[in-house]
């Protein structure tokens, strides 16, 4: 069952929930879900990592813990109401709010005409490119043998900081996309996730 699926059986035994895993209040109530299945995730799991969990635990669900799952919504809801969401309508609204937030920022992002600014944010793209394929093409060396690895402290130490130069540049660049086009959900641990892997790749070479 993939998390579609069973995200659809939680709109039917959980509604309050499952209209807060869709907003951005999504990390508690996936939290009361996961208390249902006892399920503890990692302090670093991704969201798509939590989803993935719950739709497995969700498509081997016990009688017991169906049950389980519309207390557990009652006393989601019980929570929400305490802080202003007294049913799921309110906390809709609240996910609408934030998609409307989100559709302003772009619009008025591309206001913005400035010559400079865009050189600027040409110059910030650009250098971004650069450091992306000398990167990648350092790891490719790495990776075939074109670079011998003598010292593995080195390695680890220059992999350390070739994932902070390209982490640090692709947030300019990030943030020159979202200056222009408007920002987007999820682009900051994008950036993340890329540095991580870079620095993961020439590690797994020592």
């Known amino acids: 069952m993939d998390w579609s699926s069973a995200l659809g059986v939680v709109e039917k035994l959980a509604p309050m929930i499952a209209t807060g895993v869709g907003g951005p209040l999504a990390g508690g109530a996936m939290a009361a879900l996961e208390s249902v299945f006892n399920l503890t995730p990692a302090a670093d799991v991704t969201a798509d990592t939590r989803q993935s969990q719950l739709a ?42 934030q998609t409307l937030a989100y559709v302003s920022d772009t ?15 040409i110059a910030v793209l650009t250098t971004f490119a650069v450091v992306m394929v000398m990167a990648l093409v350092g790891c490719y060396e790495v990776l075939t043998g074109g670079i011998t690895i003598k010292d593995v402290a080195v390695v680890a130490a220059v992999a350390g900081l070739i994932g902070s130069v390209v982490g640090y540049v692709a947030a300019n660049a990030q943030q020159v996309i979202g200056y222009f086009f408007g920002s987007s959900a999820g682009s900051e641990s994008k950036t993340t996730a890329m540095a991580d892997s870079l620095k993961n790749a020439i590690s797994a070479q020592k």
């Open 56 to 97: 497995a635990a969700i498509s081997g669900a016990t009688p017991d813990q169906l049950l389980a799952m519309t207390q557990a919504n009652q006393n989601y809801q019980l929570q929400m109401a305490t802080v202003g969401f007294k049913d799921k309508e309110a906390l809709a609204a609240l996910a609408q709010q």
């Open 107 to 121: 619009q008025d992002a591309r206001k913005y005409t400035s010559n400079k600014v865009f050189w600027l944010g």
